[in-house]
């Protein structure tokens, strides 16, 4: 059966939170591993009398198939909202719904990427898009980021030496670093980039997920002809509907719309129309100001409790919103050690490893504050200290 597989499908990792959620399913275990919105925000209710005002409103039409590009009053409500929050000009025909913004990065790359073509890669960066476009076998060219973004200098040296394609970048609240880039980050990127032959992608799901700091400028504000916009109704509405969207420019949109006929068709009609119908009737952003509230109480008692429990020499990023944040243990400690000793001590977390194309046995681990309160966050973070110092012990 093996040489019936495409060389494509070997070359692309399993989802390591896949299979660490099955570890996290014992519910003696405490998990900071998977990166899921808090169910306790999910609008149910609401949706459920959107689902019957869209059905009363549109009947039979309702489960009918529709246009690839995507329902139209949502495209239209997405580009007003650009334009609302963030003073972006984006026409509703320059947007894609898609399956999720993990579909948009599938099309990205079925669209762009023949084998072998450069992808300019944040490290540690989202490890959904390092499987979704190892499919399409490029040459990871990865770039460090740091508490401002991309360290510039090594930017400088890959660029040097490479000519990406592609950029991938999460600049607000990074999964998974948590770190957000700073303006003159951002326009530094920009510069480097601006003219070449790349397109810039900007995923951006946690961006309204801001609990402290200011808001920073978009790529597409910077950099509008190179930039590619992703977008999810995944950590603000409901994971479960796979929602999302992605912005381009005109002649990347015909080519993407092919590849997306290709894969589905169209992304569910069903479930855009009552989203939509959802946001016509409610406050989305009251319903957000009370996820960020949560999330940012939590983000706070996690850092609060790694500052009781963990050794000084463990260092933490300090996130300005989002759901993750990222730790760096003392040099010689692994974190795919750490992990099975925090089993034994019933927490887990996500081991740096699959956050980088390019390394193995990482010092770095990341931990997701969304779906925990206070009280288990400070069970779990004191039982995942005692396992770093019992590591730290057996080293000296």
Known sequence: MDSLFADRINDVPRSFIREILKVALDPSIISFAGGLPNRDFFPADELQQATQKAFAHSGKDLLQYSSSEGFLPLRQWIADRYRQTQGLEVSPDSILITSGSQQGLDL????LLNEGDGLLMEAPGYLGAIQAFSIYRPEFINVAVDGLGMVIEELDRRLANHSPKLAYTVPNFQNPSGISYSDANREAVADRLRGKPCVLIEDNPYGDLRFSGS??????????????LLGSFSKCVIPGFRLGWLVAPDALMQKLLVAKQ?????????TQCIVHQYLQDNDIDAHIRTIVDAYGGQCRAMIAAMERHFPASVHYTRPDGGMFLWATLPDG????????EAVKQQVVFVPGDPFYSDRENSSTLRLSFSCVDDDTIEVGIERLGLAIKKMMEAQS
Do not use: C, I, N
Not at 215 to 228: A, C, H, I, N
Not at 262 to 270: G, K
Not at 333 to 340: G, I, Q, R, W
């Open 108 to 111: 990205l790359g079925k669209v």
């Open 215 to 228: 808001p920073t400028r978009s790529f597409y504000d910077l950099l509008p002809d190179q930039t590619v």
């Open 333 to 340: 400690l692994s974190a795919m050690a750490l992990f099975e």
């Open 262 to 270: 290709a894969t589905d068709l169209h992304t569910s009609h069903f």
